[in-house]
């Protein structure tokens, strides 16, 4: 594919991230319908140039778990990437639109991803950075693929340098400013699953507190907030909302001393250092193996802390293998 801007027919808006937006698009020469993410950086011309040399990487990218590319090109100044289109969408819209996803479509998810991870790793020594839902997609056929890994070293600088970095599934040890590693990801995997089979944002029992929360002004009008005593769905809904808002906010230039408005997410940060990493609950509601696996994932010790490659061998994984859960019969459902 020789790929520019006059032959992609936008077709329709997908979402908006901090990065950028995604499009559904049609590549009218040949037919092909594509996403395509258009990724605005505030960088010189010659290191945008570098980006789109080192996104070249996507192409070799062979994997069923792994989206493939199409291409990427430059449209000055954004930088834009086709990749294969997912129906489905990605899980962070599954589940806000159905609710608390099967445990067993769950650990086919933990599949996916750990065999993702472990291609992107051993083949190409790349560490993903940013697993969350919204970067995990599904389509029809039932197919489950990782987006948005980390191929391009200046594009992590750009986007670093924009702050955008910050996330709500950030491993302990990356908020203590370590190097990435790929039991980060693990860590960030485990917060992933708590929050589809719970159908939540799993740090609402921990970040509920409206003293953390009581600068900002915004929030007093939520739902919930007058409440004194709130549903976990209507504090995690708040939460979850301010916590994106921030970090949007944050990529927007607001400065880290803002004023009460980021000193939250610096609170949510505090909260994921100190206390103890969420859980599969309530006990008894989910497999034994499931449970298991994610407690392995959200050890805040990354020594302690399997890589994707071992995880692979746990005991929800083979039970996973030999589920005989059809997803894509389930991705008919909705
Ligand atoms: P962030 O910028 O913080 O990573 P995000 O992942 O939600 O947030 P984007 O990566 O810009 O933001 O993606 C926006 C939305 O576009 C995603 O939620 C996803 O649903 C959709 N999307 C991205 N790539 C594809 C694709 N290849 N096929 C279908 N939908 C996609
Ligand atoms: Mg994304």
């Known amino acids: 594919f020789d790929l520019r801007d006059a032959d992609l027919k936008k077709l329709a808006e997908l979402g908006q991230g901090n990065g950028g937006s995604v499009e559904k698009v049609e590549h009218v020469p040949t037919g092909t ?30 994997s069923e778990y792994i989206i493939s590319c199409f291409g990427s090109y430059l449209a000055e100044p954004n930088i834009c990437i086709c990749m294969e289109f997912m129906d489905k969408g990605s899980f962070d819209g599954i589940y806000k639109q159905i609710g608390a996803i099967d445990i067993e479509a769950v650990s086919k998810v933990a599949l996916s991803v750990l065999e993702g991870l472990t291609y992107l790793y051993d083949v190409h020594r790349i560490i993903h950075r940013d697993i969350k839902p ?108 301010t916590a994106k808002r921030l970090s949007k906010r944050k990529s927007k230039g607001v400065s880290l001393n803002g004023g009460g408005m980021t000193m939250s997410i610096i609170e949510l940060m505090h909260q994921i250092v100190r206390e103890p990493a969420p859980r599969l ?29 071992l995880l692979l061998t746990s005991a929800w994984m083979d039970m996973a293998r030999a589920s005989t859960f059809d997803l894509k019969a389930w991705t008919s459902t909705f």
């Open 134 to 241: 919204s970067n995990i997609l599904c389509n029809s056929e039932g197919a489950i693929k990782l987006i948005d890994f980390g191929v391009s070293g200046e594009l992590i600088n750009s986007i670093a340098n924009t702050f955008v970095g910050t996330s709500i599934y950030m491993s302990p040890e990356r908020i203590q400013g370590a190097e990435y590693s790929v039991k980060s990801d693990v860590w960030s995997l485990g917060i992933t699953l708590v929050e589809l089979a719970l159908g939540r944002f799993p740090f609402s029992d921990s970040f509920s507190d409206d003293d953390n929360l009581s600068d900002l002004d915004e929030d007093r009008e939520s739902p919930g907030w007058h409440n004194k005593t709130p549903t976990h769905r209507d504090s995690f809904a708040m939460n979850a909302k």
């Open 33 to 62: 319908i594509m996403a395509k993410k258009i990724v605005l950086i505030d960088a010189k011309s010659s290191v945008r140039k570098q980006i789109v040399r080192e996104l070249e990487i996507m192409h070799e990218c062979r």
């Open 281 to 309: 609950t309530p006990e008894g509601r989910f497999p034994k193996e499931a449970e298991h696996f994610v407690d392995a994932c959200l050890l805040k010790d990354p020594d302690e802390r399997q890589t994707p490659k």
